[in-house]
Every structure is written in C-alpha cells, then in structure tokens.
C-alpha cells in the first residue's frame, strides 16, 4: 500500500490470513505465540509497512514508556547532567524522558506534576523547589505510580529517594579552613526549604564544634535565592572593615558560587591570594578557571544514573528505597592559610 499510515491490523490480518487476535498477540509480545506465526505476521507487516500505534498499544497495555522529570531549572548546569545520566540508562531501557521545569514557584511545580501525571507517565523523578511544601506533597500523593525524589525529603510519602551526603563534603572542607587558621568563615547558600542546604549547613556547624570551636564565630550563615543574593551578599561581607570581613567563602551551590565570583571580580579581590574559597559542585567551567578552585563535588551524571535505575527497579515491583551518594572534598589552589596564621 502506498500509504502506510492507513494501514491497520486488519489488513495485516488478512495479509497473514490469520486472526486479527493473532497479530495482536504477536505485535504484543505475547509469549504464547508459536514462532511460525509470529514470523507469518512480521512478515505481512513489513510488506504492507505497518508501524503499531504507540498510543493504541500503551492504552491497552496500561503504560506509556514515559517518565517525567522536575526540575526548578533545567538550564542549571547540575541538572543538565543529571539529565544526561538519566537519559543515558532510559533510553536504554526503551522509555523516553520528558522534562519540565517548575521555577521558583510550588504552586507551578504542582501544576506540573498534575500535567504529567494526565500525560499517564510511567513515573516522575522529582527535584522539588520546596520538600516542606504542602501543595506538592498532595500532587505526589495524588500520583499513583513510582516516584523518586532527587535530593529531597517527603517523610509519610511511598517514595524512593537518591540522596548526596552533603553534610560530609562540606564537614571535610570546613575543616580544612579551620586547620588554616580561619575563623570567619562565610556560608553562602540556598534556602533551607530543601535538604542540601541543610545538609550542608549541618555539615558546616559540626566542623566548628568538632575542632572546639563555637560555629557562632563563623562570619554568617547567609541564604541566598538567586545569583544576585548571593552576589549583593558577598559585596557586603567584603566590605566589612579588615577586622570583621571573612577570610573565607564556602558557596553552597551553582548561584552562590556565581554571585561570590562576581563579587569578587567586582571589588578586585583574587581567590586564594586575598580570600579563601570553596565552592559546592565542580562545575566544567570552574575546572578551567585559575587560581583552580577547591570545591565539594558531587558526580551528577551518576546521580541521573541512580536515579534511572531506581526507576527501572520500581516499575519492575521493588520496594521504594532511599540511595545515599558521596561527595568529595577537593583542595586545590583557593584554599590558604589565614592572614596572619602560622603556615
């Protein structure tokens, strides 16, 4: 037929001269289908051109091969990776993923969720503008099938969850500040609506009373919503008279490491020679920039991976689980003694 999209089951049927049940069973799948008849069919449908009805099939097998992901910004370069591993081990898997993001906003990010759970994904992984937001937590409930969080706690909710150990990082580069003989530290990072921040707030505070020293002598705690925050809070922090200014940022995150660079370009101040830094996330861009930056790394790639799996696994009938990722210390040229500290 010269037109193949007009080709139906029916007429492979009658090709095969079989039952429009047998092409059906065969077309499916099925495992009760002799090889004689399923090379009978094949065959017809590669002469007449005919290509299964993708929406047709998954209606009558009660799934899409759709997965739905959220993310508050699909531009941030974490998430591009995240996504990139997610799609690597799915694809594979012959499911196709379909990302939206929810903005700053949850009651957006419900309507999101709402969107695919209609579009009948298969599942939804989920990084949430908020884990302390009740709107998203009734749209997860509201959703029937796997759900895996990405970094992101739900206590009471049937959810899977790959989580980083942001606490750890954070811990090991605090405390190689404090070896330093840096006391003022600043803590730039995001809001603490979500678990890495924290985490890594947990992880910054332990490492002062670790070494005996009260967490209240580092120079603040800031939270940050955007690169602008974050920028206009370093500028204010460098400002500060000598004997109160920090001696060291840690950026808790791609937009507080943004606005600290920015800032610190702005009022000519270098990293490592005038200020101690660590940034969470090593970023591309970062790995060429010099002075290199010492940085707390987390592999999104494999995280994205993780994720897929974790996936894979519920769809095939496991038991929701949490997954706990490492992340890494890495000291490299930005991060010196304290002014003044013995070397």
């Known amino acids: 037929m010269s037109n193949s999209g007009s080709v139906t089951i029916h007429d492979v049927a009658r090709r095969a001269n079989v039952a429009v049940s047998s092409v059906s069973r065969v077309l499916s799948n099925h495992p009760d289908v002799s090889i004689k008849m399923k090379t009978k069919v094949e065959a017809a449908a590669r002469e007449l051109g005919y290509s299964p009805d993708p929406v047709a099939q ?11 992901l959220v993310v508050r910004d699909y531009a941030n370069p974490f998430f591009a990776e995240v996504i990139s591993g997610i799609e690597e081990v799915l694809t594979e898997a012959g499911y196709t993923l379909i990302v939206t993001s929810s903005g700053r906003e949850a009651t957006q990010e419900t309507e999101r969720i709402t969107m695919l759970r209609q579009r009948r994904v298969d599942a939804l ?14 749209a997860i409930s509201a959703f029937k099938k796997p759900v895996v969080l990405l970094d992101r706690e739900f206590p009471r909710l049937s959810t899977a969850s790959i989580l980083l150990d942001h606490a750890s990082g954070l811990q090991a580069g605090t405390t190689d500040l404090l070896s330093k003989g840096h006391r003022r530290i600043a803590l730039i990072t995001g809001t603490p609506d979500i678990r890495p921040t924290r985490e890594r707030v947990r992880g910054f505070e332990q490492a002062y009373r670790d070494a005996g020293i009260d967490p209240a002598e580092a120079t603040e705690i800031a939270v940050v ?36 660079l920015e800032a610190m370009s702005e009022l000519g101040i270098r990293a490592g020679d005038d200020v101690s830094l660590i940034v969470c996330d090593d970023l591309p861009w970062l790995r060429v920039m010099r002075p290199q930056i010492s940085s707390v790394s987390r592999d999104a790639v494999d995280m994205g991976r993780a994720a897929a799996d974790m996936v894979l696994s519920l769809l095939g009938g496991s038991t929701p689980s949490s997954v706990m990722l490492p992340t890494t210390y890495h000291v490299r040229e930005t991060t010196q003694f304290a002014p003044g500290s013995r070397r």
């Open 58 to 68: 998954s209606l009558r097998r009660g799934t899409t091969n759709l997965v739905g």
């Open 225 to 260: 919503f955007s690169a602008s925050f974050a920028h206009e809070k370093a500028v204010e922090l460098l400002r500060l008279p000598v004997r109160r200014r920090p001696t060291a940022f840690i950026a808790g995150g791609v937009q507080a490491t943004i606005g600290i």
């Open 125 to 138: 992984i989920l990084a949430t503008v908020s884990d302390k937001s009740t709107s998203t937590r009734k």
